[in-house]
């Protein structure tokens, strides 16, 4: 792609949620040519390590959702020195990708840090540090719903530093924009996003990813609300399932706005020959137009 013409960045992709760690690896593979990032080589690091503490592997977990996806990200033609930076909040889960990205996985940085729009006078916000790693099901209003239930047992909290995606890139990516924004903090995508007006208003964020269903403070925003904050910024975006399908001043929002079935949205820069290309030339045509 034509981001690679640029001189190559240490940074150039940011995970806020890297959960267990796949879609990290993924990308720091699909970005540096490196066939030696693997999910599976992945996948082995984080066994060895619940081997060493005698802990059954939750193998189901570590490929993402549950799922038995090994599929791998494919590789750029041209190698680079890409990287990516994966942030994750809850501690059981940071812990795992911290030790593992030890054993060799030097193209991922690793922040234990919850990514929202604002941050809280506090600095943090809390996490529960009880859950086994691979939970992903996370979010910080099912948190607050469980710590109110008293049939329930109280959650063991630990403090977690709160950022956004502004601070992260000028306070800890040395102010150089990601290439690649990709998002999924379980229903906060859009929250992250008005948290990165800043970067995005450089110009230098050629693709986003970003989650959109029902869960958090999804189920009160409509999806046209993120896409016309994108849009703002010079970006085009489309629903990526089931179909790539043009969202951007095409989508009848009277009869579709509202619903909230999952879905992953891309969206790139405007007129980026790579990224905004590629989008245009894969998309179903057959949408709709207002």
């Known amino acids: 792609g034509a981001f690679l013409r640029r001189t190559p960045a240490h940074f150039p992709s940011l995970r806020p949620g890297g959960n ?10 699909f970005l540096s040519g490196d066939a030696d990032v693997s999910l599976h080589s ?15 592997f939750p193998e189901a977990a570590c490929l993402g959702s549950g799922k038995t996806n090994t599929s791998e990200y494919p590789l750029l033609p041209q190698a ?20 593992a990205g030890r054993l060799g996985w030097n193209r991922i940085k690793f922040i234990n840090a919850a990514v929202s ?66 998002i999924d903090t379980e229903g906060y995508d859009f929250e992250c996003l008005q948290g990165a007006e800043r970067v995005l ?8 990813e970003f989650e959109f269903h029902k869960k958090g403070p999804w189920l009160h925003t409509k999806l046209e609300k993120a ?30 706005g509202d619903r909230h079935a999952w879905s992953n949205v891309v969206c790139a820069l405007r007129d980026d020959p790579c990224w905004s290309t590629a989008l245009q030339q894969c998309a179903y045509m057959q949408g709709f137009r207002s």
């Open 117 to 182: 729009r604002h941050i809280p006078p506090a600095g943090t916000i809390p996490f529960p540090s009880e859950f086994k790693f691979g939970f992903e099901e996370a979010d910080m209003e099912s948190f607050k719903a469980k710590r109110r239930n008293p049939k329930k047992p109280a959650l063991v909290l630990e403090d977690i530093r709160a950022t956004t995606i502004d601070e992260l890139v000028f306070n800890d990516m040395n102010g150089d924009p990601p290439d690649i924004l990709a």
């Open 80 to 99: 680079s020195l890409a990287s990516v930076v994966c942030v994750e909040p809850l501690p059981s889960n940071f812990q795992v990708l911290q030790r």
């Open 227 to 256: 896409i016309t904050f994108l849009n703002a910024y010079s970006y085009e975006c489309y629903l990526a399932q089931p179909a790539l399908v043009r969202l951007t001043g095409c989508w009848p929002w009277n009869k579709f």
């Open 201 to 208: 208003a450089t110009g230098k964020v050629h693709y986003i």
């Open 42 to 56: 992945w996948v082995a690091n984080v066994e060895r390590l619940h081997a060493k503490k005698g802990l059954k």
């Open 20 to 29: 267990t760690g796949s879609d990290c690896v993924g990308f720091a593979r």
